[in-house]
């Protein structure tokens, strides 16, 4: 796969202030068919037809102006099917509900006709051409205003850019080693929280936050995040532990199989592309579903050499008892991949029509990471069209992608979005616009970053916020992502800033020796435990370069109890077993498992004192050991 050299930074961003083929040509068909329904909607007045099909027409203008052409107490009804239409697009918008906002606005129309006199109300006419022109002048000026903003934006920015880029580079903690990782006992109580959650039986989700399937609090995503929590731990901390820990992964992709977590397509799929035959999950659009889970999928098979979800079949989506959507991480990557070459965006949707170039960025990373584990190369099928297709149709004039686009009418619409969020997936497979966005990024996060009473450095922001996660108000979501992005890029001081932040703001608690923040939701809490372990270029080798060669054949950490026994840090050099574990509570005795030993060869097990030991014709030994309180282990073949 071809990547630019990340030693190679452009220091301008480089934008021509111009809309994308694509999208002007969405926006000429969404223009000429409206201009088509004005036209019908003044046809029947022109040739004086019957007053409800003239109320008729003028409700093809504004979803519900027939019942101002109705007149008397009928214009009552016109501000209720606008807040129906409202409505109907926040469904459009928050599942895929294409048929909502046609359903409203044209059953609108008949409804109002049916109701209609001998004549219409004189007025209306008029009334309804001046809502139509205020509006559309309103919207004219909102872009224009937008347009100005973001173009000095765009100038402030490459003003600064040449400087701030050196500055990132600067001050950036280098890449720790191996011998470095180790995590601290603060580490092990954080990671706690996702571990209760990921170990429980298949099926339950005590611990999660359910409110709807279909946006950002849907417990898909909480999954996917927790799955590259654990993902991203076993490669740079405990790539020789599998025993719960790859067993946890295995548990949240099992989860993710049952019809509760990807039953949404269902319905998604019936009222936004009309299909009530065939909602396989991995077929069209669900970038959400497909980009996410494939990187889930490949950071496990990455870390633990287990091929099981490479096996045909081995990813079955239930629908019921008669019907089995059978996939694979192959067909999983391979509907990412069609999808990318088909659409005339590149981009392609979560939910039918909207195009989220966050989820595509997922997208894009998981076929990244297939393709160094499996020898394919989709990213260079594809790479440079998308990128070229995110700077000309998701890019705004200051330089900065959007949060989202209708790919039907072409419309951009107001979703957070920001440079932090996307500077980590680019850092995997375009490093060098990565290291162009973090700087951007951190230099526009410096103004929100203030002394707190003591004179420490915390993030501060305005308002209530919100947590995506539960859609409560809160700033834990936004602290956690500015602390995990901060420490992928090295700058651990603006990363300490946004925890000083979320220890101040979101509740934290230390109960029982689970560490969690109270005011913050699961997804969120997730976020942060991923952000405190997390350190520069951690996501970009989980995904670009995997756990040392010597840790997928060296012996292994198979089997240790949770939580009694809490793993800090688990290498092989492909002969030895170096470990640090922690009891979970107090000082116990307990019993660890090592596989992949030489079969009956002779081994030392040495932790204060020298334990021989020999394994047996598998290659596997049961140990036990005293724990107390930090405890190296290191294993060796004797002399």
Request: proline share 6%; hydrophobic share 45%.
């Given at each position: 796969?071809?990547?630019?050299?990340?030693?190679?930074?452009q220091?301008?961003?480089?934008?021509?202030?111009?809309?994308?083929?694509?999208?002007?040509?969405r926006?000429?068909?969404?223009?000429?068919?409206?201009?088509?329904?004005?036209?019908?909607?003044?046809?029947?007045?022109?040739?004086?037809?019957?007053?409800?099909?003239?109320?008729?027409?003028?409700?093809?203008?504004?979803?519900?102006?027939?019942?101002?052409?109705?007149?008397?107490?009928?214009?009552?009804?016109f501000?209720?099917?606008?807040?129906?239409?409202?409505?109907?697009?926040?469904?459009?918008?928050?599942a895929?509900?294409?048929?909502?906002?046609?359903?409203?606005?044209?059953?609108a129309?008949?409804?109002?006709?049916s109701?209609?006199?001998?004549?219409?109300?004189?007025?209306?006419?008029?009334?309804?051409?001046?809502?139509?022109a205020?509006?559309?002048?309103?919207?004219?000026?909102?872009?224009?205003a937008?347009?100005?903003?973001?173009?000095?934006?765009?100038?402030?920015?490459?003003?600064?850019?040449?400087?701030?880029?050196?500055?990132?580079?600067?001050?950036?903690?280098?890449?720790?080693?191996?011998?470095?990782?180790?995590?601290?006992?603060?580490?092990?109580?954080a990671?706690?929280y996702?571990?209760?959650?990921?170990?429980?039986?298949?099926?339950?989700?005590n611990?999660?936050?359910?409110?709807?399937?279909?946006?950002?609090?849907?417990?898909?995503?909480?999954?996917?995040?927790?799955?590259?929590?654990?993902?991203?731990?076993?490669?740079?901390?405990?790539p020789?532990?599998?025993?719960?820990?790859?067993?946890?992964?295995?548990?949240?992709?099992?989860?993710?199989?049952?019809?509760?977590?990807?039953?949404?397509?269902?319905?998604e799929?019936?009222?936004?592309h009309?299909?009530?035959?065939?909602?396989?999950?991995a077929?069209?659009?669900?970038i959400?579903?497909?980009?996410?889970?494939?990187?889930?999928?490949c950071?496990?098979?990455?870390?633990?050499?287990?091929?099981?979800?490479?096996?045909?079949?081995?990813?079955?989506?239930?629908?019921?008892?008669?019907?089995?959507?059978?996939?694979?991480v192959?067909?999983?990557?391979?509907?990412?991949?069609k999808?990318?070459?088909?659409?005339?965006?590149?981009?392609?949707?979560?939910?039918?029509?909207?195009?989220?170039?966050?989820?595509?960025?997922?997208?894009?990373?998981?076929?990244?990471?297939?393709?160094?584990?499996?020898?394919?190369s989709?990213?260079a099928?594809?790479?440079?069209?998308?990128?070229?297709?995110?700077?000309?149709?998701f890019t705004?004039?200051?330089?900065?992608?959007?949060g989202?686009?209708?790919?039907?009418?072409?419309?951009?619409?107001?979703?957070?979005?920001?440079?932090?969020?996307?500077?980590?997936?680019?850092?995997?497979?375009?490093?060098?616009?990565?290291?162009?966005?973090?700087?951007?990024?951190?230099?526009?996060?410096?103004?929100?970053?203030?002394?707190?009473?003591a004179?420490?450095?915390?993030?501060?922001?305005?308002?209530?916020?919100?947590?995506?996660?539960?859609?409560?108000?809160?700033?834990?979501?936004?602290?956690?992502?500015?602390?995990?992005?901060a420490?992928?890029?090295?700058?651990?001081d603006?990363?300490?800033?946004a925890?000083?932040?979320?220890?101040?703001?979101?509740?934290?608690?230390?109960?029982?020796?689970?560490?969690?923040?109270?005011?913050?939701?699961?997804?969120?809490?997730?976020?942060?435990?991923?952000?405190?372990?997390?350190?520069?270029?951690?996501?970009?080798?989980?995904?670009m370069?995997?756990?040392?060669?010597?840790?997928?054949?060296?012996?292994?950490?198979?089997?240790?109890?949770?939580?009694?026994?809490?793993?800090?840090?688990?290498f092989?050099?492909?002969?030895?077993?170096d470990?640090?574990?922690?009891?979970?509570?107090?000082?116990?005795?307990?019993?660890?498992?090592?596989?992949?030993?030489?079969?009956?060869?002779?081994?030392?097990?040495?932790?204060?004192?020298?334990?021989?030991?020999?394994?047996?014709?598998?290659?596997?030994?049961?140990?036990?050991?005293?724990?107390?309180?930090?405890t190296?282990?290191?294993?060796?073949?004797?002399?």
């Amino acid at each position: 796969m071809a990547v630019i050299p990340r030693e190679i930074v452009q220091p301008f961003i480089r934008r021509q202030a111009i809309v994308g083929p694509v999208t002007t040509a969405r926006h000429r068909r969404t223009a000429l068919i409206y201009a088509a329904m004005l036209l019908l909607g003044i046809l029947p007045i022109l040739f004086n037809a019957s007053a409800a099909t003239q109320v008729a027409g003028l409700g093809l203008w504004i979803p519900g102006g027939g019942f101002v052409a109705v007149g008397g107490w009928a214009i009552l009804l016109f501000p209720i099917t606008l807040a129906l239409f409202g409505l109907a697009v926040f469904a459009w918008f928050g599942a895929g509900m294409v048929i909502a906002p046609i359903i409203v606005w044209l059953g609108a129309a008949p409804a109002a006709g049916s109701m209609t006199g001998d004549s219409i109300w004189t007025p209306a006419p008029f009334l309804l051409a001046a809502m139509v022109a205020g509006a559309g002048i309103y919207a004219y000026s909102r872009y224009s205003a937008r347009k100005t903003a973001e173009l000095a934006k765009l100038e402030a920015r490459n003003r600064y850019l040449p400087d701030a880029i050196a500055e990132a580079a600067a001050i950036a903690a280098p890449v720790p080693s191996p011998i470095e990782r180790e995590l601290t006992p603060e580490d092990l109580s954080a990671l706690r929280y996702g571990f209760d959650r990921a170990l429980q039986p298949v099926g339950e989700i005590n611990g999660f936050d359910k409110v709807d399937q279909f946006q950002t609090s849907a417990l898909r995503y909480q999954i996917n995040s927790l799955g590259y929590m654990l993902g991203m731990l076993q490669c740079n901390y405990a790539p020789s532990f599998h025993g719960y820990l790859s067993q946890a992964q295995r548990n949240l992709i099992d989860l993710y199989l049952q019809r509760q977590i990807w039953g949404y397509w269902v319905y998604e799929s019936a009222w936004g592309h009309l299909n009530v035959t065939n909602p396989d999950p991995a077929a069209r659009d669900n970038i959400m579903l497909t980009g996410w889970l494939g990187i889930q999928l490949c950071m496990y098979m990455s870390n633990t050499g287990d091929r099981r979800y490479a096996e045909p079949g081995s990813l079955p989506f239930r629908l019921n008892k008669h019907r089995v959507f059978h996939h694979d991480v192959h067909s999983i990557e391979q509907s990412v991949l069609k999808n990318f070459l088909d659409s005339e965006f590149c981009l392609y949707p979560c939910e039918p029509n909207w195009v989220y170039p966050i989820c595509n960025h997922y997208g894009m990373t998981s076929l990244a990471i297939y393709d160094r584990l499996f020898g394919t190369s989709y990213t260079a099928a594809t790479l440079e069209r998308w990128l070229h297709n995110l700077d000309t149709e998701f890019t705004d004039y200051s330089g900065s992608v959007i949060g989202l686009r209708s790919s039907l009418t072409g419309i951009r619409f107001p979703f957070p979005a920001g440079e932090a969020g996307f500077a980590g997936f680019e850092n995997c497979f375009a490093p060098q616009r990565a290291q162009r966005m973090w700087a951007i990024g951190r230099k526009e996060l410096q103004y929100i970053i203030k002394p707190d009473p003591a004179g420490a450095k915390r993030v501060v922001l305005k308002g209530r916020g919100f947590d995506f996660g539960n859609y409560r108000p809160g700033f834990g979501g936004a602290y956690a992502m500015i602390m995990d992005s901060a420490r992928e890029f090295g700058d651990y001081d603006t990363a300490d800033a946004a925890e000083r932040a979320l220890d101040q703001d979101c509740g934290r608690t230390d109960e029982r020796g689970i560490l969690r923040y109270s005011k913050m939701s699961n997804l969120s809490n997730i976020t942060a435990v991923r952000a405190r372990i997390h350190r520069r270029d951690d996501f970009r080798n989980t995904v670009m370069q995997g756990p040392p060669e010597a840790a997928l054949r060296g012996p292994i950490l198979a089997d240790a109890k949770y939580p009694d026994v809490l793993v800090a840090r688990a290498f092989s050099d492909g002969d030895d077993l170096d470990l640090v574990l922690y009891p979970g509570a107090e000082s116990t005795a307990q019993q660890i498992r090592i596989e992949r030993l030489r079969p009956g060869a002779k081994y030392v097990m040495r932790n204060g004192a020298e334990h021989p030991f020999a394994a047996d014709n598998s290659g596997a030994a049961s140990l036990p050991i005293e724990l107390h309180g930090r405890t190296p282990v290191h294993i060796v073949p004797a002399a």
